[in-house]
């Protein structure tokens, strides 16, 4: 068999369980209301809870970023392409969501995936064991599998199953890893009982907080903060591209360990370092997150949840129980779920459906992005159409 003609057999196949992805094209901005494949729609897609990726400041800050600093950052972090914008962010993040630890520091790295990557490979080792919640996301599983160390998957927020499995582990290094929040059901870790067990078992203690920073926590300050968890064994990634409306990623931590993170993060030391641009409006990002504005956002969010917790809960299908702005709704198979979808987008709905292996076979759903951005008319298109879906079902 010729290699083209084993990779078209595998689409064929992918397509046979309705399980090919397809890429839709933006026209305009990223927003609750925009223009995608040159229809007017409103998109339940992004993951710009706060309605800040289109934001005047943002813009104008990336703007005047650019004017300073020019277009590219010319080199990796090590090698000239470390600027006053990439410093500066580092300091606003580290102060702004910092508190669980004395004298934190941040390090700003490209993306949330490449952060991860860079976390668990430079502090895991052959001679150390990661301990990973069952649905992490694929960044943090990935990581796990090339840092070498003996990964152990525990069932997903299990702490007690966890406790027993760290107390039989005879590794050198330990490290629980977790989501914060968790991409696809919207629950969030019991990060107090992971703090307690990273303190008893003496391990490192890693947390993805994409979807919690900038809309959990004291104005915004992300899950950590939520949750009143403190220690300097806690290392700590948030993700920019979300909730803060830019690029990138950062980590938080002791400064001992974002000192060894500069030394050894394979995905931090061997990379071009991003646009000092973006990093700049990054700045501007985290004061609005923490002002009043971000307050009144999150506040419009928190609104938008509930209602639309309710108007899941009225539907044949099953709404898992989020208080986040993942709202997901389960349909169970892909063929129903993309037929749902399908429904959804002719009303100028976009709702992403989403299918293994993203999600475990049986489980493929809607999910639901929520932005401060939405407005009540938005979601009673939502409630109108999933209502009608209800009656002919």
């Excluded at 923490?290 to 099953?318: F, M, N, V």
Aim: charged share 20%; hydrophobic share 45%; proline share 3%.
């Amino acid at each position: 068999m010729k290699l083209i003609e084993s990779l078209g057999r595998g689409l064929s196949a992918l397509d046979a369980d309705h399980l090919r992805r397809h890429r839709r094209i933006a026209d305009s901005a990223c927003s609750a209301r925009m223009s995608v494949d040159g229809r007017r729609i409103v998109g339940f897609a992004s993951n710009d809870y706060l309605g800040l990726a289109a934001h005047p400041a943002l813009i104008q800050a990336l703007g005047d970023g650019a004017r300073r600093y020019g277009a590219g950052s010319g080199g990796s972090h090590l090698l000239g392409g470390h600027s006053r914008a990439h410093a500066q962010a580092e300091q606003d993040l580290a102060a702004f969501c910092g508190g669980f630890v004395d004298d934190a520091r941040a390090l700003y790295f490209c993306n949330g995936y490449m952060a991860n990557l860079a976390v668990l490979t430079a502090l895991a080792g052959r001679d150390a064991a990661i301990f990973s919640d069952a649905l992490n996301h694929a960044s943090l599983i990935d990581g796990t599998r090339l840092s070498r160390a003996c990964v152990q998957i525990y069932p997903h927020c299990d702490t007690e199953t966890l406790d027993a499995m760290l107390g039989a582990s005879d590794a050198a290094t330990k490290v629980i890893v977790s989501d914060a929040v968790f991409s696809m059901d919207g629950d969030v870790a019991p990060l107090t009982q992971l703090a307690a067990l990273a303190e008893r078992h003496n391990a490192w203690l890693v947390l993805d907080d994409a979807h919690g920073f900038g809309v959990l926590g004291r104005d915004g300050r992300g899950s950590l903060d939520a949750s009143g968890v403190h220690g300097e064994h806690i290392i700590y990634v948030g993700t920019l591209g979300k909730a803060a409306g830019v690029a990138g990623a950062f980590v938080v931590a002791h400064p001992d360990v974002i000192e060894w993170f500069v030394q050894r993060a394979r995905t931090y030391i061997f990379t071009t370092a991003a646009p000092p641009a973006i990093a700049h409006a990054v700045s501007v990002s985290v004061q609005l997150i923490a002002g009043d504005e971000g307050r009144a956002r999150r506040a419009q969010l928190l609104r938008l949840i509930s209602r639309t917790r309710s108007i899941l809960a009225a539907t044949p299908y099953h709404s898992l129980d989020s208080h986040t702005a993942v709202q997901p709704l389960v349909i169970g198979s892909n063929e129903a779920t993309l037929e749902l979808a399908a429904t959804l987008d002719d009303a100028g709905l976009w709702v992403p459906a989403i299918r293994p292996p993203t999600v475990p076979p049986g489980t493929s759903r809607l999910r639901i992005s929520l932005s401060a951005a939405h407005t009540d008319e938005d979601l009673d298109r939502l409630e109108t159409v999933l209502a009608g879906v209800a009656v002919t079902s």
